[in-house]
């Protein structure tokens, strides 16, 4: 396929863009169906009078049609999105991306999706809807899924579906009381539980923890047995968050900012902050997952996206505690420039 592009590339440039642009435009429309040609010029970025030819064609060609309420993807339409999904990906490049990205991080795989979650939102929403169908691939019985929470994290939830004949019991990695709710990581398996048709158990413990706090709460029956099973987790989902931003949300003493400045932190993951070459900087008092259980008997799911967030996203991966990233086009090339660092 890589010659065939290259070919094509050579001899019909501008047809491929246009190709190109006609699958964006046909991609955005079935995952806001239904969907105005406002709406389209909002996600994709791409003029309005564009836009007007394009659906004109588009429609001509019974790929969608209009409704009171917008426009809809017909059969043949989502036919030619399923046809033309991989070819997108070697047209644009992606593929070339998650191999670079595979072998930069010595890691089992890597997911790009198209696009930038910074400025679109609908990205952060792919970012899910990949998670969650690599998850429906590898799930083969009834296993326990740990999550962190955040906003990536909710996008997973809110992307997740019942894996057929198996039921999953969701955990929190960690404590969050104190997040907004929404984001709050037993909010989200609760979520992930109620969509997969599944099982949950909660941690509402709070995060961070002071020390005689922690020391209080782990030796609670309840707890400890609810953190052996976190613990026990088959498969592990969590997000990478900005060192600084992360910080800031979690109301961190300005002593504990003001080491994380001096240390250049960069990234934060399961309470523990990380510099641009992977070292730990500062670690946070949590309940649930710790990096050192990060063993071979999980399997992590590494989801983070955002040209904002390739610094973050390089650092940690650095760990090597990862088999699985998915993130996006934008993080991807900022991760892979030169500039990067």
Known sequence: MKDLINAQK???PDLLEVMQKRFTILYTISLFEPIGRRGIVEQTGFTERFIRNEIDLLQNQNLVQMTT?????????KDIITNLHEFNRELSGISKLEIQLKKKFDIQKVIVVP?????????????????VQYLKKIV?????????GGTTMAA???AMVPFEK??????PARGGIGEKVENQANTIVAKMAKAEKGNYHLLHVPDPLSEPLYQSLINESSIAETLKIIKGASFVIHGIGDALTMAARRKTPEHVKEKLIAQKAVSEAFGYYFDIDGNIVHK???????????????????????KSKARAIASYMIQGKSNVLITDEAAAIAILSKNNK
């Not at 400025?119 to 899910?128: A, M, N, P, S, V």
């Open 115 to 131: 696009g930038d979650c910074d400025h679109h939102e609908f990205i952060k929403q792919e970012l899910g809807r990949a998670t």
């Open 140 to 148: 083969d019985r009834n296993v326990t899924i740990a999550a962190t």
């Open 156 to 158: 997973v939830a809110d």
């Open 69 to 77: 309420k917008g426009m809809l993807i017909t059969e043949i339409g």
């Open 284 to 306: 946070v008092r949590t309940l649930g997952i710790q990096l050192e259980d990060l063993t071979k008997t999980n399997f992590v799911l590494t989801v983070a996206g955002g």
């Open 166 to 171: 198996y039921e999953c019991v969701f955990v």
């Open 10 to 12: 050579m001899i019909y």
